[in-house]
């Protein structure tokens, strides 16, 4: 176990001006694993951050890195310990009059590192994040996700097994976020570290995340493994990353039915197979299908002959898919009295 946040609680202000911005947050994150969190604006996601890095002092609740409590530690003691938390800020938060190299060489410098060892490791860290041609650039010469890989490359500059990733994305256009996400991804793996995601684009989650916690109202609500989540018909998580758009109206004669994979194995032409076992025409109304952690989920809306509704949802089932109508549910509480 590399970061564990325990019984993490911050409240601002007291007496009547008091507000929990969070709430008894616990988590933890082994190395070599992204942990990501997720929630809307105001959620307390910048807070969280700010406090699993310890800009700011949690109220109650432990920060334990490697074993040791970070928040039980003096001043003196939580300026070392820090350095085994690197974070990258959103849009970096660059030093504008340094070059990409002076930037990363900054935690280096605080730390009283010699020039050589310090031209180095910078060398080392700018080649690692793909940016060695880049050295002597100021960061207006740079594009935001070239400075997101100066930012990754200075947070990773202290050697540090946690990696916090702070709504690093923001404001990034999509090929950038991919190429940022790409690098999260190989770094983890490269430097064995435990990662700490956070964010409020659900499409990010869905490249990286292992485990994700979805913080509302400055409580994680949820948290598990991203494919048993995104495979939960229940979830309010996993239908924010099945997330399938508006589907368009179903014929008079119809029924919409949302049918959500709810299992790994679902095969991949279920449509077709629901078509011919019920020898009646299915509608494709709406469809968000994608591969999270290696494994097909997603949601369909589809358009069912009225009457063929409890067989429908009896051939559904055998398939992995939960089914439900729009007007009645029909998954697995009803699924008993339909019969067989
Ligand atoms: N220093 C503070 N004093 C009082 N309230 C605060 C303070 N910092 C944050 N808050 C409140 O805590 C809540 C959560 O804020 P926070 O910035 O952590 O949320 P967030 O999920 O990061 O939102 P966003 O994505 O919009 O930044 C907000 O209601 C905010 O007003």
Known sequence: MTITIRNLSKTFGDGDSATTVLDDVSFSVESGEIFAVVGPSGAGKSTLARCINLLERPTSGEVIVNGDSLTQLTSTELRQARRRIGTVFQSSSLLSRRTAAANVALPLEYLGATKAATKTRVGELLERVGLGDKAQKYPHQLSGGQRQRVGIARALALKPSVLLSDEATSGLDRVATESYLTLLDTLRTDLDLAVVFITHEMETIVKVADRVGRLDHGTLREQGDIVDIALDA?????????????????????????????????????????????????????????????????????????????EFTRVAKTLGLHSQSESTRVDDDLLAEVPA
């Open 234 to 310: 229940q979830s309010l998580l996993g239908a924010q990353l099945r997330a399938p758009g508006r589907a368009t109206a179903a014929a008079a004669d119809t029924v919409a039915v949302s049918v959500t994979y709810g299992s790994p194995t679902v095969p991949a032409d279920w449509l077709s197979r629901l078509g011919t076992e019920l020898s009646v025409p299915i509608a494709l109304l709406g469809a968000n299908i994608q591969s999270i952690g290696g494994v097909a989920v997603g949601e369909a809306t589809l358009g069912v002959p009225a009457g063929r509704l409890p």
